[in-house]
Structure formats: C-alpha cells, structure tokens
C-alpha cells in the first residue's frame, strides 16, 4: 500500500472540514477528530429533521492524483453502519462526486479495498449518467460520508487511506 494520508500526524485532521446536511437546511453533525492513540474518528449524529440525511468531511483541495491507481485502501474500524469514501477530481465545492460504499465491520481494524472500478459518479446523492468514469490521476479532494437511510449517532476511526496500483 503507497500511503496517501496518514491519520497518526494531528496536522492531517485540520485539512478536513465538515460538510453536513445542514448545508441544505439539515440538522445533521459531524467532525474528524484525533485520537492520541494514533488515528482519527469521523464521529457525529445523523437526522432526518428538515430533511436531512447526511454528514461528511471533506479534505482540503490538493493535488491527491496518481496515475496507474486500480483500488483505494482505507485502514478503518467500524461500527456496523455503511459509509462512503468519496473522491472529486476538481477543487469546486460542488459537482461530481465519485462514490464509493464500503461497510466495515464493527468492532475490529480492516482494510477495506474499493476498486477504482466501482466508484459511481454523483452529484446531490444521484448517479450521474453519462458521466465519465474516475480519473484517479485528477483526484484533487477525498471525503467520508454516511447517509443512506442510517439515522443515529455514528463513529468511523481511520488510520490511513492508500492507494493499490498497476506498476
């Protein structure tokens, strides 16, 4: 696994921000937070109050793009619930957002292999079609969302996302 962000450096956590429903008049919460044992938790409570449905976070714009990228790896510990590992590959707040679903499972450390192939291009929650298919070398930002339907409180602990390639 080639590293792309690393949880265990406390300066990592100020790159992402929450971006909830609360964008679209929500009530939904979230944050990443470091955990002095070396990881971070994307951690908050969902609702379903005024039509809400979501919490994420989102990393800082950067230049996250390699080539020859076939999976992304994300070293995580669960609480049952599904998540998304999202992926944008421009600097806009909004647009395309390539979607992945992963569930891990509770209670245990496990990385969770997301082929390049199985993120859905989206915009707003709905599959975008027509839409090209990931360019892992123009990823600009990366987020980790929970929606689907799953109210309640939720906690997410990562250590690392990486990268899996062809070469």
């Given at each position: 696994m080639i590293t792309l962000t690393d949880f265990s450096d406390p300066m990592e956590i100020a790159r992402w921000?929450?971006?909830?429903?609360?964008?679209?008049?929500?009530?939904?919460?979230?944050?990443?937070?470091?955990?002095p044992t070396g990881h971070a938790v994307f951690s908050g409570q969902v609702s379903f109050e005024n039509n809400g449905g979501f919490a994420s976070v989102r990393r800082a714009p950067d230049t996250l793009g390699r080539a020859h990228v076939i999976a992304y790896l994300l070293e995580v510990y669960g609480d049952g619930k599904a998540y998304k590992f999202n992926l944008r590959t421009d600097a806009r707040f909004d647009g395309i957002n390539y979607q992945c679903r992963f569930t891990p499972p509770a209670g245990a450390w496990t990385t969770c292999r997301l082929s390049c192939a199985d993120f859905l291009p989206s915009w707003r929650g709905r599959v975008v079609a027509g839409a090209p298919p990931l360019d892992p070398a123009c990823v600009r930002q990366a987020g980790l969302m929970i929606a689907d339907g799953q109210d309640g409180p939720f906690a997410l602990a990562i250590r690392a996302i990486g990268i899996e390639t062809s070469d």
């Open positions: 921000t929450p971006v909830d429903d609360v964008v679209m008049g929500g009530r939904s919460r979230s944050r990443l937070a470091f955990d």
